[in-house]
């Protein structure tokens, strides 16, 4: 973990990549708040919290502007068509993915860009509609900072506490690897029997 790979992640995490930022700033957090000598020990140098917030913001903006970028260059016709194509799917993208997040950015505004950061599924998606509606950059920046930040700070605020109940986890680490396990386990069949209810269905 160091700061530049923080913001690559959740600069991924932020763009059409389904790839998300749990896995990122609460890992980092948990590393922030390991002794000094524990870090140099196993190869790591430290990193403050604070700054993998910043961090990861940063890298939540970037993947946010491309998604934005995109979606005003590019136009609804490329965009819908990419989502639906053999290659979007692949990115988990659909076309009525896309419909939700515009309908959810029509219901509530430019706001949706703040309070779509805290819902999984639209988070990776609320930029396109932004950008299609060619909301204004300066507010889309603004209320887009505010969530990540905000998200950040609550994902990296998890990570840091579980640094301090290291004797706990040690105790129990068998346990929550069988269950870190099973939840994987579980999403993949989720996700498995779900793209072959689609399949079905076409």
């Known amino acids: 973990m160091n700061y530049a790979s923080i913001t690559a992640l959740m600069a991924v995490e932020s763009s059409f990549v389904p790839f998300p930022s749990e896995v990122v700033i609460p890992p980092a957090a948990f590393v922030a708040g390991q002794p000094d000598s524990v870090l140099y020990a196993t190869g790591n140098y430290p990193i403050d919290v604070l700054i993998i917030v910043l961090f990861g913001t940063l890298g939540a903006m970037i993947g946010a502007i491309i998604n934005y970028g995109l979606s005003v260059w590019l136009g609804r016709l490329i965009i819908y068509k990419f989502a639906d194509s053999r290659l979007g799917h692949l990115f988990l993208l659909s076309g009525e993915k896309l419909e ?10 430019n706001v949706s860009t703040f309070v779509g950061r805290f819902i999984p599924g639209i988070r990776q998606l609320i930029s396109i509609p932004a950008g299609l509606a060619r909301m204004h950059f300066g507010a889309f920046l603004w209320w887009t900072f505010l969530g990540a930040f905000i998200w950040n700070c609550v994902l990296a605020a998890l990570g840091y506490i579980a640094a301090g109940q ?3 986890i040690k105790q129990y680490s068998h346990e929550l690897s069988i269950v870190l396990i099973a939840l994987f386990g579980v999403l993949i069949a989720y ?3 779900k793209q072959l209810i689609k ?3 076409r």
């Open 100 to 109: 939700r997040a515009e309908a959810y950015f029509r219901e509530h505004g």
């Open 191 to 193: 996700l498995a029997i």
């Open 166 to 168: 290291m004797d706990l």
């Open 199 to 201: 399949l079905r269905k």
